[in-house]
């Protein structure tokens, strides 16, 4: 397959982006990925660094970039995250005119569960194993309030996948399971809650923005009148900063009482939702990864006796 939009914008060390499978060792305990569209690259180095350490979480729920990112984890995939990030995000049928044509927003999220697919398989296997959870965070159109899409639980996870990170205002809603559904982050940026609501005695939660980011709370409604026929979900919008500002908060809390381990930038992150900067994106990859790999012994300490299986 050759694609000429993006030959000459590929990231420069792309070889250097760690191939492989993930072991067989499985992880008690949940992780929790925050999305943020290519702000996802850092979490993407994070579940890599895990993964090349032998730390494959029995859990994982992520939001927007964080699913998509998330069930190349639970299949175990080191790299492919990145890689196709890093590879094709200059090429214009994923994110560009292509996808403005063929799938009605500026990133068409088909691309990675099908094109992408020919190129770098994806290992459905592994990934449906029932050893291993993983949930996809989306909003329901009706209510507003957040959808918690578990494999083997709902339908078409991919579709639930596909309508997490679907962004308010520049994506169509998604058909879930009958519910027209878009980004998860329009109601919960950061699903730590669901984990602690599960009984989860490790969760680990992994940010895309350092700990002291807060969004801005503004009362402006200008835009929120495209979704007037969804006013439940126009409201969760609305709210979503000021609800995101709230569970930083408590994330903070929760991590000084020793409740939750966090993972987040060591640096102040600059990247765009839609960055095409190729060394930005590259960059932050690898500040995930090393991130990660700084905090091991941390995060083993907090893990304690996990009891890991095969």
Known sequence: MRHKEYTIQTYTDISKIPYGHASSVITPGCIVLEGGAFRGLYNQGVLDALMKNDINFACTIGTSAGALAGFNYTAGLIGRSARVNLTYRHYTDYVGRGALAHAHSPVRLDFLF???NEIEPFDEKAFFSPNRRFVAVATDCLTGKPAFFEKGKC??????????????FISPMVDVDGRPCLDGGCSCKIPYRWALDQGFDKIIVVRTKDSAFRRKVSKRRHRLHAYSKYPAFARSLANSNRNYNHQCDEIEKLEKKGRLFVIAPSQKVTVSRLEGNMDKLGSLYWLGYNDMLNQLD??????GDSGETD
Not at 298 to 303: A, T
Request: glycine share 0%; aromatic share 14%.
């Open 114 to 116: 099908n094109e992408y």
């Open 155 to 168: 339908r078409d996870i991919f579709s639930a996948v596909k309508a997490s990170a679907s962004m308010p």
């Open 298 to 303: 941390s995060l083993r300490n907090y893990l």
